[in-house]
């Protein structure tokens, strides 16, 4: 077992070490960041969206930034899709669970918003939906996902951890969040 702890600590470990390598993602990133800073200063809000651990990230994110990340400052408007699970069953039993994410959106989202759609394998067709809406409404939209991007990097830019290992990407996207969420907090609040 002590074997394993350090096998996947190394696994964890390369997969951050690309991530502080890749020049390109990190200029994604400052992007992102920017969209969202833009977006708060008109008005406007982040929404995050995923499945599974996706879906536990999408929440944590949006928490970061309605509570506090670094420091105590004025909450900023962020809403992970699906979490009012009386929408999300109802839009699920009624139009199809593709859709809960999709429906949410249309109806909360408006010009100024920024929307972070969260998928491993970026092929989760709720989330695929979700990213049509945001077409649609030209809400700016980059998502994050793992090293093959899926379906994803065919509808928008996409932040792709470069693992395809569900638990390594699911690290990776935390730990973005956690720079993104960073950087938009410092600037608004400091900048």
Known sequence: MKAQVQIDLQSALAVHQALAQDEALQGQLVELAGWCLDAL??????????????????QHLAAEFVSRLQFDRAPLPSIALGTNSSSMSAIGNDYGYDQVFARELRAMAGPHDVFVPITTS?????????????????????????????????????LRVPSRRTERVQEGHILLGHILCGLVETAYFKG
């Open 122 to 158: 970026g092929n989760s067709p709720n989330i695929l939906a979700a990213v049509e809406v945001a077409r649609e409404l030209s809400i700016r939209t980059m998502g994050f996902t793992g090293e093959g991007g899926g379906h994803l990097g065919d509808f928008c830019p996409c």
């Open 41 to 58: 200063r008109q008005g406007g809000k982040i929404f995050f969206a995923g499945n599974g651990g996706s879906f536990a990230d999408a």
